[in-house]
């Protein structure tokens, strides 16, 4: 959520920044602010009128002083009510608001992202290369049609060598943020209630795209960004202990609205993969620093694979609404003739924080919000198939990347 003091303070820069993702006739700041201005109108004439009651209970009471506070204390539970109405309105209106892009993201969608940086050359094949759907029926390490007669479209099981190549990423991943101790491991709930998602920057504007347990009003997890960024909601943060650093496992559960492409098949876009995400709660001065510490550590771990990617900067109105930018790294996948998203690396400076109250004292003792920052350590759904298609020999063979091979204990993927 965005500062309504630094909106009034800045109102140009505010706009100017936000065209950046949003459409002109989208945004209307005056309208915000008129808002603002009918909630300050309602809390001076509530402190009017308690002030006004403050002086009477001074007073010797009568008959005459008791009928006037009895009249204050109605006007004051009347304007308390309104007072409470026009926050949550002017809140409602903040929260769709999104976080104002960082001075060097550029305007625009998908189409003005930006490669910085490329790692390894395109795969090339002397022989018909097969999808990771084909390789991984073919080699039997994912099974579609069962996993789809337990659940539906949009799932897999991992099967034997399937399974074990899974969890040697897992522990891949699992094992380089072991060598940075500063990080700390978790594995948090699966489930998050509506506030938590509010918070995250998920509600309400991406409410259709989380899965939701409607008795309990809870919502499985799309990212763990969304449970770390909740550990610390409501908290007030030791200066001395920052910044605080977590990497965390979760299965990730995501609807993937809308109809897919035919090269979207298999793992490209399932309703649910395994991740280890990396968080970090900073101070305002170093969550710069803490970003490029975080895509060091994204890249570090796609090269460790040895698969050709591309480091990209996302325009503004590709980044998520919460975030002031993004990087993301995406993997070359042979069979699409494309790239696919592995890892997000994102600031949301103290959009986040705001919305969780998740604050520090600064030098001065004053309350100040936080800086959150995540970034994917990796998700496994593509890189799996990256793996597959990447790495695919002419006899149907798939080479596993070293860093994998102690886990595997095996060089080969075969039938």
Same mark, same amino acid.
Request: net charge neutral.
């Given at each position: 959520?965005?500062?309504?003091?630094?909106?009034?303070?800045?109102?140009? #820069?505010?706009?100017?920044?936000?065209?950046? *993702?949003?459409?002109?006739?989208?945004?209307d700041l005056n309208k915000i602010l008129k808002l603002d201005d009918q909630r300050r109108e309602i809390i001076v004439?509530?402190?009017?009128?308690k002030a006004e009651r403050n002086k009477f209970s001074k007073t010797k009471p009568d008959a005459k002083t008791i009928?006037?506070?009895?009249?204050?204390?109605?006007?004051?539970?009347?304007?308390? *009510?309104?007072?409470?109405?026009?926050?949550?309105?002017?809140?409602?209106?903040?929260?769709?608001? !999104?976080?104002?892009?960082?001075?060097?993201?550029?305007?625009?969608?998908?189409?003005?992202?930006?490669?910085?940086?490329?790692?390894? /050359?395109?795969?090339?094949?002397?022989?018909? !290369?097969?999808?990771?759907?084909?390789? @991984?029926?073919?080699?039997?390490?994912?099974?579609?049609? *069962? +996993?789809?007669?337990?659940?539906?479209?949009?799932?897999?099981?991992?099967?034997?060598?399937?399974?074990l190549l899974e969890w040697a990423l897992l522990n891949y991943f699992i094992d380089f943020h072991r060598s940075h101790? /500063?990080?700390?491991?978790?594995?948090?709930?699966?489930?998050?209630? /509506?506030?938590? @998602?509010?918070?995250?920057?998920?509600? !309400?504007?991406?409410?259709?795209?989380?899965?939701?347990? #409607?008795?309990?009003?809870?919502?499985?997890?799309?990212?763990?960004?969304?449970?770390?960024?909740?550990?610390?909601?409501?908290?007030?943060?030791?200066?001395?202990?920052?910044?605080?650093?977590?990497?965390?496992?979760?299965?990730?559960?995501?609807?993937?609205?809308?109809?897919?492409?035919?090269?979207?098949?298999?793992?490209?876009?399932?309703?649910?993969?395994?991740? &280890?995400?990396?968080?970090?709660?900073?101070?305002?001065? #170093?969550?710069? +620093?803490?970003?490029?510490?975080?895509?060091?550590?994204?890249?570090?771990?796609?090269?460790?694979?040895?698969?050709?990617?591309?480091?990209?900067?996302?325009?503004?109105?590709?980044?998520?609404?919460?975030?002031?930018?993004? &990087?993301?790294?995406?993997?070359?996948?042979?069979?699409?003739?494309?790239?696919?998203?592995?890892?997000?690396?994102?600031?949301?400076?103290?959009?986040? @924080? *705001?919305?969780?109250? &998740?604050?520090?004292?600064?030098?001065?003792?004053?309350?100040?919000?936080?800086?959150?920052?995540?970034?994917?350590?990796?998700?496994?759904?593509?890189?799996?198939? @990256?793996?597959?298609?990447?790495?695919?020999?002419?006899?149907?063979?798939?080479?596993? !990347?070293?860093?994998?091979?102690?886990?595997?204990?095996?060089?080969?993927?075969?039938?």
């Open positions: 959520m965005l500062d309504i003091k630094y909106i009034r303070d800045n109102q140009n #820069e505010v706009e100017q920044a936000l065209l950046k *993702r949003i459409d002109k006739k989208n945004l004439k509530v402190d009017e009128l009928k006037a506070m009895k009249k204050l204390g109605e006007d004051i539970k009347v304007l308390d *009510r309104d007072l409470n109405s026009a926050e949550a309105t002017l809140n409602e209106v903040l929260a769709a608001l !999104p976080n104002i892009p960082a001075d060097d993201v550029v305007a625009g969608g998908k189409e003005n992202n930006k490669i910085i940086k490329t790692f390894g /050359e395109q795969t090339k094949f002397d022989f018909e !290369p097969k999808n990771h759907v084909d390789l @991984a029926t073919d080699l039997g390490l994912i099974d579609y049609e *069962r +996993a789809a007669k337990m659940s539906g479209a949009g799932f897999w099981t991992y099967v034997g060598d399937g399974a101790p /500063e990080y700390r491991f978790m594995i948090p709930p699966y489930m998050l209630n /509506e506030n938590s @998602a509010y918070i995250s920057g998920h509600l !309400p504007k991406f409410k259709d795209d989380l899965f939701w347990a #409607e008795k309990d009003k809870l919502c499985f997890n799309a990212t763990s960004e969304m449970m770390l960024g909740n550990y610390h909601a409501g908290e007030m943060i030791n200066r001395k202990d920052l910044p605080l650093k977590y990497y965390a496992f979760s299965t990730c559960f995501r609807r993937e609205a809308g109809a897919y492409r035919t090269e979207e098949r298999g793992m490209i876009r399932g309703h649910q993969f395994n991740k &280890i995400e990396m968080f970090q709660f900073t101070l305002p001065e #170093e969550s710069w +620093a803490a970003f490029d510490e975080l895509l060091d550590y994204g890249e570090k771990l796609v090269e460790g694979l040895g698969l050709h990617y591309n480091t990209v900067q996302l325009a503004a109105g590709d980044c998520s609404a919460a975030m002031a930018k993004t &990087i993301d790294l995406e993997v070359w996948i042979p069979s699409m003739k494309g790239y696919k998203e592995v890892s997000s690396v994102s600031n949301a400076l103290d959009y986040q @924080a *705001r919305r969780g109250n &998740i604050r520090f004292k600064d030098v001065d003792n004053k309350n100040k919000f936080l800086h959150t920052l995540n970034a994917s350590g990796l998700a496994t759904s593509r890189v799996f198939p @990256a793996i597959l298609e990447q790495n695919q020999q002419a006899d149907g063979s798939v080479l596993i !990347p070293k860093v994998l091979q102690k886990y595997m204990g095996k060089k080969v993927l075969k039938k």
